[in-house]
């Protein structure tokens, strides 16, 4: 006999371990949680984890807002900060972005985020020694930073168990079950799971499970680098998360003087089989990053490479998330496609789900998100570069 959940979520990563656990906050329904490997496994583990409010969509910057609300709430509601750090969070622009950002500044003014721009005596507070060639403003969100997105996911899967969710790990779906215009649920190597919902958090492997079962789940697996640096004692150095529409690169601080730092838009995106990919970072990449950081910080002159490593972004057509159910099937819900950028997204959209899955609605901005999008020829549009990781 086969068992049966309410709902079955598919992967532990973030997008999958917010969405289980607030199902189960809001109770009444059984739910399991199947993690092929362990939670964060997949480019949650590996995500650079930078939070910032600034796009130039109200909806996105709404739930990265609420994300950060959720990470204010975490040690009393999960007993763990989830390594947020509300180190600041700055934006360097050229002149050609100052209009964008001046709009997106504007509309996030206006949902409640603390974002200015910064007069030019105050960038050395958060940015000491920065050389300042090329920049034309600095966006600046009091409330950004970064988190740790392993101990985030982490708390969200034990604190799911704690409210009597279902977790097992090292379990990989091999396919969803359908029957006609229905999700029913999930097979496994050993079982067969019944499911009134189904949630593909799958992340870059969400589009291969969908695929089985006939469901269309445009999404790209594109390889993202990262490195990590320690920088020199004696100087000041970045206090902040920093995204960089200069010299195309970001960083944020990782403990004491290290540093995350990739490349930022715009760059080579470089499609990969998820399957198969290599998993460490290029010569020419970590050379690359290094020069330009040098370049900007030079208190980083000299920094001494840490470690480095390729994961993965699980891309849509328009770089924005493919959250909630579509119209064309019943029981299933999309929870990926976080296109560079749904680790910040990720706590808030879970609750946004779990909410829509157990009331049967959501509000219009969230439902933008659905994958109905596609069929209707709805996709967003990108104002500049602000909304890619
Ligand atoms: C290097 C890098 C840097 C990034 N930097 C940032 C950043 O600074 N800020 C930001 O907001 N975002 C960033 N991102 C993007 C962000 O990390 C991702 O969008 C987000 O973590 C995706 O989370 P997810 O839960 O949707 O998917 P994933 O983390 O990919 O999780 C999917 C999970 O599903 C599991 N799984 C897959 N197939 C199956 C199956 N068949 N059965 C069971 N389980 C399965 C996987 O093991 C995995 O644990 C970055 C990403 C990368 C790779």
Redesign the pocket.
Known sequence: MSERFDIVV???????AATAYHLMKRGGRTVLL????AP?????G?????IRQHYSTPVLSRLTRETIDLYREMPAELGSDGGYVASGWCFLLPADLRAGAEANIAMQREIGIDTRFLEPGEISTHLPEIVTDGIDRVAYEVDGGYAD?VTTTEALVAAFRDLGGTYRQR???RSLLREGDRITGIETDDEQVLAGTVVN?????AKT?AEGVGLSLPLRAVR?Q?TIWEVRPGRPIPSVSVSNAVDAIYLRPLGERRFVI?RGFPKDYQDVDPQNYKLTADEDFIAEVQVRAEARFPAFAGMALIGSYA????VTPDWYPFYGPRSEVAGYVDA?G?S???????PAAGRALADWILDGETDKDFAALSHDRVAAGRLFTQAYGGNR?
Do not use: M, N
Request: charged letters at 15%; aromatic letters at 6%; one cysteine or more.
């Open positions: 598919v992967g532990a990563g973030i997008t999958g199947l993690e092929r490997e964060a496994a997949g480019g949650t590996k995500s650079a984890a930078i997105p379990q990989p779906v958090a799958a992340g870059p492997w499970l993202e990262d990739g994961a993965l972004y699980d990926c976080g560079g950028h749904g680790f910040k997204l990720g990781g």
